[in-house]
């Protein structure tokens, strides 16, 4: 509101603020309301992992979360603010987000370093509004949406292909607990059946001797089959490569030793794990990239307007694994006819948020003590109102 009177001046500070104030205080729930809470996302990070720069620290990413906080409004009207915190301590972090919860409707976590990421998302699931490190959830709906149409594209059962994702970090993770559909009922989602993940001393097998605990644990949902061998070793008679890594390690004559017309997602930027012309050289049939100036662009922007504004739209108290599947089944159905060169919308398409808040979120339940209750309510909502076949698959 304008502020050019004394009266507006009352009605906007004091005394005005008098009453809001003392509604909330008697309903906490009112201040979704009575506030600028409803539509408000905190961007918190550390600097620990910023973009392809690595860990610049605090400072340094200011700039990053703010062209965030502008995605943001640019294309879901939601209010981020940067929060750049100076430490790189979880527990630290952990606290400070709690303490300046009240003032959000969410928060997006970003560009925080493996494992601190999973430790502090995990910790903050309770807050009672949604909290989503976008580098791991983000990624892994559009990689989803992307591998289902170009599955759709070639004619191919994507839960029978076979595929390799190079990158073992907080994307790369993500990417194949979506894919194996793990935390999911197995009678709503149908996984695909044969992922590897690779790092950087090649595939993540039993037998290694060097893998952490958080590298161990990837092995409980991926390379069932225990292969071993360097990258351009484990690729070979795979139907798709998925990268989230660095770029330059690939060439035509690895993609060639996969199996007729692969799919390669090479999505390290600037530089991706192979250029599309060297990857069409070796055969592939579908190419995407995380950059602008290829066909097939492969980027979260896709995502977190969208599914943020509908978890603030239906008062979610957080993002689940039924909501992450069905923003990238939604996603997936805005390429009504898929094509080798056409698997997503465009970066810029703005009618794509709100056609993941219509589909993957309804009307808000009314909020009570009970936060099961709740949860379960948006989950039927989820259930009833989609017009998906909860699979990897879809329908």
Same mark, same amino acid.
């Given at each position: 509101?304008?502020?050019?009177?004394?009266?507006?001046?009352?009605?906007?500070?004091?005394?005005? $603020?008098?009453?809001?104030?003392?509604?909330?205080?008697?309903?906490?729930? +009112?201040?979704?309301?009575?506030?600028?809470?409803?539509? =408000?996302?905190?961007?918190?990070?550390?600097? =620990?992992?910023?973009?392809?720069?690595?860990?610049?620290?605090?400072? *340094?990413? @200011?700039?990053?979360?703010?062209?965030? *906080?502008? !995605?943001?409004?640019?294309? *879901?009207?939601?209010?981020?603010?940067?929060?750049?915190?100076?430490?790189?301590?979880?527990?630290?972090?952990?606290?400070? $987000?709690?303490?300046?919860?009240?003032?959000?409707?969410?928060?997006?976590?970003?560009?925080? =370093?493996?494992?601190?990421?999973?430790?502090?998302?995990?910790?903050?699931?309770?807050?009672?509004?949604?909290?989503?490190?976008?580098?791991?959830?983000?990624?892994?709906?559009?990689?989803?949406?992307?591998?289902?149409?170009?599955? +759709?594209?070639?004619?191919?059962?994507?839960?029978?292909?076979?595929?390799?994702?190079?990158?073992?970090?907080?994307? %790369?993770?993500?990417?194949?607990?979506? !894919?194996?559909?793990?935390?999911?009922?197995?009678?709503?989602?149908?996984?695909? /059946?044969?992922?590897?993940?690779?790092?950087? /001393?090649?595939? @993540?097998?039993?037998? #290694?001797?060097? &893998?952490?605990?958080? /590298?161990?644990?990837? &092995?409980?949902?991926?390379?069932?089959?225990?292969?071993?061998?360097? !990258?351009?070793? $484990? @690729?070979?008679?795979?139907?798709?490569?998925?990268?989230? =890594?660095? %770029?330059?390690? &690939?060439?035509?004559?690895?993609?060639?030793?996969?199996? /007729?017309?692969?799919?390669?997602?090479?999505?390290?930027?600037? $530089?991706?794990?192979?250029?599309?012309?060297?990857? #069409?050289?070796?055969?592939?049939?579908?190419?995407?990239?995380? #950059?602008?100036?290829?066909?097939?662009?492969?980027?979260?922007?896709?995502?977190?307007?969208?599914?943020?504004?509908? *978890? &603030?739209?239906?008062?979610?108290?957080?993002?689940?694994?039924?909501?992450? !599947?069905?923003?990238?089944?939604?996603?997936?159905?805005?390429?009504?006819?898929?094509?080798?060169?056409?698997?997503?919308?465009?970066?810029?398409? #703005?009618?794509?948020?709100? %056609?993941? +808040?219509?589909?993957?979120? +309804?009307?808000?339940?009314?909020?009570?003590?009970?936060?099961?209750?709740?949860?379960?309510?948006?989950?039927?909502?989820?259930?009833?109102?989609?017009?998906?076949?909860?699979? @990897?698959?879809?329908?």
């Amino acid at each position: 509101m304008p502020v050019e009177t004394a009266d507006d001046l009352s009605i906007a500070y004091t005394p005005g $603020v008098a009453g809001p104030c003392q509604a909330i205080a008697e309903q906490p729930a +009112r201040a979704r309301d009575l506030t600028l809470t409803h539509n =408000s996302v905190a961007i918190v990070s550390d600097g =620990s992992a910023v973009l392809g720069l690595g860990n610049i620290g605090a400072l *340094a990413s @200011i700039p990053v979360m703010e062209g965030k *906080a502008l !995605l943001f409004k640019e294309f *879901a009207n939601i209010d981020g603010w940067p929060i750049c915190l100076d430490t790189q301590d979880a527990e630290k972090i952990i606290e400070t $987000v709690r303490l300046i919860a009240p003032v959000f409707g969410g928060v997006n976590l970003e560009d925080i =370093s493996a494992p601190r990421c999973f430790q502090i998302e995990d910790a903050l699931q309770d807050l009672g509004i949604p909290v989503f490190h976008d580098d791991q959830h983000g990624t892994a709906i559009v990689l989803l949406a992307a591998f289902l149409n170009a599955a +759709r594209a070639l004619g191919r059962d994507p839960t029978a292909m076979r595929v390799v994702i190079n990158g073992a970090g907080s994307a %790369g993770s993500a990417i194949a607990k979506l !894919l194996r559909c793990v935390n999911f009922d197995p009678q709503i989602c149908q996984p695909v /059946k044969d992922i590897v993940i690779c790092d950087s /001393k090649g595939a @993540i097998h039993r037998n #290694r001797n060097d &893998l952490n605990t958080y /590298k161990k644990s990837l &092995l409980t949902y991926t390379n069932q089959k225990d292969r071993s061998g360097t !990258l351009a070793e $484990v @690729i070979r008679g795979a139907d798709v490569f998925i990268g989230v =890594s660095r %770029g330059g390690l &690939l060439n035509a004559a690895d993609v060639a030793t996969m199996a /007729k017309d692969p799919v390669i997602l090479a999505m390290a930027n600037p $530089v991706p794990e192979i250029m599309p012309d060297e990857a #069409r050289k070796g055969g592939a049939a579908v190419i995407g990239t995380g #950059r602008s100036d290829f066909p097939n662009q492969v980027n979260n922007v896709l995502v977190f307007p969208g599914i943020f504004r509908g *978890a &603030l739209d239906a008062g979610a108290d957080r993002i689940t694994p039924a909501m992450k !599947l069905a923003a990238a089944h939604c996603l997936a159905d805005t390429v009504a006819s898929p094509d080798p060169t056409h698997i997503l919308p465009p970066a810029l398409d #703005r009618t794509v948020a709100r %056609g993941s +808040r219509l589909r993957c979120l +309804r009307p808000r339940p009314e909020r009570g003590n009970d936060t099961a209750t709740n949860q379960e309510s948006i989950h039927q909502r989820f259930v009833r109102d989609s017009t998906y076949n909860w699979s @990897i698959a879809g329908s």
